[in-house]
């Protein structure tokens, strides 16, 4: 059974949907003392993070129990749609962590974005649903932390940054899409303040009304635009471009993935700006 979702992919900036920001690439460990560790957010531009607080949970602790809250009050998601929390030695940083290294541990742990006051999340606070807005359950090469994965992503995979001492983030890509889907984090080389690649997740009513993808069979999607489709790339979850189409000043074609492996591709257009998610 296909299923096809449509998202607006922002060239140059970032436009969300309702839930409108998001834990959007985490990097917890690297090569000796952990000096350029940060969370990064993703959102509308000028949206108030007044209401949000960041926390930190150690699944080390027999209860889970939280480490680290950032208060994100009087901050605001900037004009590139990203928002940095780090050490002062990130590229693009918007707010530093309150220690210069080491804030972050490795795993198996967890970072949660809430809407919530600070003062409700103290050191040593059970992690909790309510007022969740995103989490992110990681580790580096860790065994999963079956409490956390229960209480935040059920059924799921825990998100995996690397061996300890690494060189990766974990980051969504494309930017966005659902919150509490650690399916959508690839670990890959940090971007902090900056797209993943692949595209940039979110969802416009004007799109959906004139950008569409139809199921024809098995591995073929009959793309319809308002204008000439222009050119037509296929890239993977990862930001792989794997097809590209000839340039036409046609409004509708048939794009062929019947030669594709099953999974997430991104169908993109130089004349739109969009990308049509798929799954194979």
Same mark, same amino acid.
């Given at each position: 059974?296909?299923? +096809? ?14 839930? #409108? ?6 990097? $917890? ?32 602790? $027999? ?15 900037? $004009? ?100 509490? !889907? ?26 959906? #009304? ?20 222009? !050119? +037509?790339?296929?890239?993977? +979850? ?7 189409? $000839?340039?036409? #000043? ?31």
């Amino acid at each position: 059974m296909k299923k +096809i979702l449509f998202f607006l992919a922002c060239i140059g900036g970032v436009q969300m949907s309702a839930q #409108s920001i998001l834990i959007n690439e985490l990097d $917890a460990d690297q090569v000796g003392s952990d000096t350029l560790e940060f969370v990064e957010l993703v959102g509308t531009p000028n949206t108030s993070l007044d209401g949000y607080i960041l926390v930190f949970f150690n699944g080390g602790d $027999a209860n889970n129990a939280s480490y680290r809250t950032v208060d994100l009050a009087g901050q605001t998601i900037p $004009a590139s749609g990203f928002f940095v929390v780090g050490s002062s030695y990130v590229p693009n940083v918007n707010m530093n962590f309150s220690v210069a290294n080491n804030a972050i541990q490795n795993g198996a742990d967890a970072v949660a974005l809430y809407q919530a006051a600070a003062a409700d999340y103290p050191d040593g606070t059970a992690p909790s649903t309510t007022g969740l807005v995103d989490a992110l359950v990681y580790g580096t090469a860790d065994a999963d932390d079956a409490e956390l994965m229960a209480l935040f992503a059920p059924g799921q995979t825990q998100a995996d940054e690397g061996a300890a001492n690494n060189t990766e983030s974990l980051s969504r890509v494309p930017d966005g899409g659902a919150a509490n !889907t650690l399916s959508l984090f690839v670990a890959q080389a940090p971007t902090p303040g900056a797209t993943n690649g692949g595209g940039t997740v979110g969802i416009s009513t004007i799109e959906l #009304s004139t950008w569409k993808s139809t199921v024809m069979h098995d591995g073929k999607w009959w793309i319809t635009a308002p204008s000439e489709l222009g !050119t +037509i790339q296929v890239w993977t +979850i990862n930001g792989s471009l794997v097809k590209q189409f $000839a340039s036409t #000043s046609a409004t509708t074609m048939v794009v062929d993935l019947m030669d594709m492996p099953a999974g997430v591709y991104l169908i993109s257009s130089n004349k739109m700006n969009s990308t049509l998610k798929v799954v194979k």
